[in-house]
């Protein structure tokens, strides 16, 4: 079954420090991944999303994320997080009929 | 710039009540979601749908129904509320998975109570 994991529910981190959240996904075939960001009570934005090709993919607000087959994983990372990174973070792959199946989200607080 | 629109941001019904939860989309896209997030459970589907009139069950589809007459318009409909509704409903559309890009864009979302 297609499933994603996001380990970690929550997550500290100072401001300028760098930032790693991990995705795992359950997929048998070639995964189109995605990170969104979520706000306070707002809805999700796309920051990025792999298809295929360079498996270091550049996103907004200064995100990358790499996909890595051998793992199964597709971890975001930002190297000096601000205090308006302060959010939920969803990642996602598509399903064959067309949904995006989530992982439950891991919510990140910036120190000052 | 893409759009999705939700009818209300904030919505309080009673028990029992019939709720209409309304999304439109200016972005042509054939693929439309309904969503519920609850904390610690993440998105969840409750249904979506690839076309006009036709729609397809999602992982949580109890309790609610949908309408899609028109292209841009997805409605969601909880046939009597209940507490156990009280959720945030988010809806989605996107391309259809032939078309490549399969990211979805999200509404702001409608933070519904049911008393």
């Known amino acids: 079954a297609q499933s994603v994991t996001q380990p970690d529910i929550h997550i500290t981190v100072s401001e300028g420090a760098s930032l790693e959240l991990r995705c795992n996904y359950s997929?048998?075939?070639?995964?189109?991944l995605f990170w969104y960001v979520q706000s306070p009570g707002q809805g999700l934005q796309l920051l990025l999303k792999y298809f295929s090709g360079d498996t270091l993919v550049q996103g907004i607000k200064g995100f990358e994320a790499e996909f890595k087959r051998s793992q199964s994983s597709f971890n975001l990372r930002k190297p000096s997080v601000h205090w308006s990174d302060a959010a939920e973070y969803f990642c996602?792959?598509?399903?064959?009929?067309?949904?995006?199946?989530f992982g439950k989200g891991t919510k990140l607080s910036v120190k000052p | 710039d893409v759009k999705v629109t939700q009818s209300s941001r904030y919505l309080v019904k009673r028990t029992g009540e019939k709720v209409f939860l309304e999304c439109v989309q200016d972005m042509d896209h054939e693929n439309m979601f309904w969503y519920r997030q609850d904390p610690g459970l993440g998105l969840r589907l409750i249904y979506f749908s690839y076309d006009v009139k036709m729609k397809e069950k999602g992982d949580i589809p109890e309790g609610y129904s949908v309408s899609r007459e028109k292209k841009e318009r997805f409605s969601l409909i909880l046939e009597s509320a209940s507490t156990n509704q009280t959720s945030m409903y988010l809806c989605a559309s996107s391309k259809p998975p032939g078309q490549g890009a399969r990211e979805q864009y999200f509404g702001p979302g409608t933070r519904l109570t049911v008393t």
């Open positions: 997929y048998g075939a070639t995964p189109y």
């Open positions: 996602a792959v598509a399903s064959r009929q067309g949904n995006l199946i």
